[in-house]
C-alpha cells in the first residue's frame, strides 16, 4: 500500500509568527546561523494503489492547506 | 432556532448567524472542519438566494473557509489570545446586518480569539476597500496585526458579514461593556421584515 506524505506550509509573504518564535529561542540552545523558520503541517496516507496524484492534489488542495495562506507539496514514498 | 451541523437544512429560517468559540478542536485550522459540514452546504444554498448571514469569530473563520468571504484568519502576529473591549469604527451601513449604524460610529464590542488576524492579497484587500466592504475595524492599536485593520468584512452583496469582535456579547449592561451590539441584529431584523429604520 503506497504511503503519501503531505507538507503544508504558510506562503512566504504571511507573517508566521510561531516560526518567529521558534527562530527566536534557537540561540538559546547554542544554535547559530539560521535565516528563517516556518512552521508548518506534515500528513502521511496510506492509500489504495488506485488513488492517484490528481486526488491527492484535491485532498490536499481543498482540505489540509487553504490556499489563500498556505502552499503544499504531495510525495510518494 | 438552532441548527445542527450534521443536517444539510436550515429549516426554513431567514437569516443565519454562525457563532463562535470552537468548532471540531479547530483541527487543521480554526474552522476548516466545519465549513465542510452539511449543514454549511445549506448556507453556501441559501446565499446564493441572499439570506442574510452573520460569522462571528469562530463563525467568520468558518465562512472564510467555505469560500463565503475572501480571505483568511490566521494566528494573531503577537500570538497571545486577545481578550478585551475593543473599540471598532463602523465603515459601511450598506450590509444586512449594519443599516442601524451611521457610517464612521465608534463602537465597543468584546474581542476574544487566538486566530485573528485578517489576511487576504493585495488584490483582494484593494478590491475589498474599493468596494467599501471593509465593515468594521480596529480602533486604538490594532490588536492582532491583521491587514489594513479589518476587523469585519461582507460580501459584495452585503448580506453576509463575518467579524472577529462579537457583538451578541454588547447586548445587555449586565454582561457586556456596551449595548452596541444591538443594532447588528436589529438592522437584519429591519431587512427581514422590510422595514428598514422603522423601530429605532
Redesign the interface.
Known amino acids: 500500500m503506497p504511503r503519501v506524505v503531505v507538507d503544508v506550509v ?1 506562503k512566504p ?3 508566521d ?2 516560526g518567529q ?1 521558534i527562530l527566536r529561542a534557537l540561540p538559546r540552545l547554542g544554535v547559530h546561523g539560521v535565516r528563517d523558520v516556518r512552521q508548518g ?1 506534515h500528513f502521511e496516507f496510506d492509500v489504495d494503489d488506485d488513488v492517484d496524484a490528481e486526488t491527492l492534489q484535491r485532498i490536499a488542495g481543498e ?2 492547506a ?1 490556499p ?2 498556505e502552499e503544499w507539496t504531495v510525495h510518494w514514498r | 432556532m438552532c441548527l445542527w451541523h450534521a443536517e444539510d437544512t436550515l429549516r426554513g429560517v431567514q437569516a443565519v448567524v454562525v457563532p463562535g468559540g470552537f468548532s471540531y478542536g479547530d483541527y487543521l485550522r480554526a474552522g476548516a472542519i466545519a465549513a465542510r459540514q452539511p449543514v454549511l452546504r445549506a448556507v453556501i444554498d441559501a446565499v446564493q438566494r441572499g439570506i442574510p448571514v452573520l460569522g462571528i469569530c469562530n463563525g467568520f473563520q468558518i465562512l472564510c473557509e467555505a469560500g463565503l468571504l475572501p480571505g483568511a484568519l490566521v494566528r494573531n502576529a503577537g500570538l497571545h489570545f486577545v481578550c478585551r473591549d475593543q473599540r471598532l469604527r463602523v465603515e459601511s451601513s450598506a450590509t444586512a446586518w449594519t443599516g442601524r449604524y451611521a457610517p464612521g460610529a465608534e463602537i465597543v464590542v468584546p474581542l476574544k480569539s487566538l486566530e485573528g488576524r485578517y489576511v487576504a492579497d493585495s488584490a483582494t484587500l484593494a478590491a475589498l476597500e474599493r468596494q467599501r466592504r471593509v465593515v468594521f475595524r480596529y480602533l486604538g492599536g490594532n490588536p492582532n496585526g491583521a491587514a489594513h485593520d479589518i476587523a469585519g468584512i461582507a460580501s459584495a452583496d452585503g448580506r453576509v458579514l463575518g467579524m472577529m469582535p462579537h457583538p451578541e456579547h454588547a447586548i445587555d449592561p449586565l454582561t457586556g461593556p456596551s449595548t452596541d451590539g444591538l443594532d447588528l441584529f436589529r438592522s437584519a431584523i429591519d431587512i427581514l421584515l422590510g422595514s428598514v429604520r422603522s423601530f429605532s
Open positions: 504558510v509573504e504571511i507573517l509568527p510561531q518564535a503541517k482540505l489540509l487553504n489563500v495562506i
